[in-house]
């Protein structure tokens, strides 16, 4: 059974700092994807952030240089730390893991576990 937990979400000032955490059980593919995805009050669930096995990233352009995804896998946890927050990044921030075999990825449709998400208000 895999299970993804999401955490850290929180209210910040734009400008401020969140680090998101993502604690992963029971996925045992090799070749994997994790990500990270958004989604505002009726807009689509956008893809943030990804990284691969081989510790391949990518990231959406409107959070390049400000975003940064890792992955812990001795502790399997994956992390998101958002810097320099905009009010646009506001959203529900899910963890995704992907379908066995897919190397990094922000298309929504290549991931088959997801979390229940962590919310992120930022105030301008």
């Known amino acids: 059974q895999v299970q993804l937990v999401e955490s850290g979400g929180d209210s910040v000032q734009a400008g401020g700092s969140l680090r998101l955490s993502c604690a992963a059980s029971?996925?045992?593919?090799?070749?994997?994807?994790l990500g990270w995805f958004r989604q505002a009050p009726g807009k689509e669930r956008e893809g943030v952030a990804s990284?691969?096995?081989?510790?391949?990233?990518d990231y959406a352009d409107s959070v390049k240089g400000r975003f940064t995804i890792s992955n812990d896998n001795s502790k399997n946890i994956l992390i998101l730390q958002m810097n320099s927050l905009k009010p646009e990044d506001t959203g529900m921030y899910y963890c995704?893991?992907?379908?066995?075999?897919?190397?990094?990825?922000?298309?929504?449709?290549?991931?088959?576990?997801w979390g229940r998400g962590t919310q992120v208000t930022v105030s301008s």
């Open positions: 990284i691969d096995s081989g510790g391949d990233t």
């Open positions: 995704a893991a992907s379908w066995p075999g897919y190397t990094s990825t922000l298309v929504k449709y290549a991931y088959k576990y």
């Open positions: 029971g996925y045992t593919y090799r070749s994997y994807s």
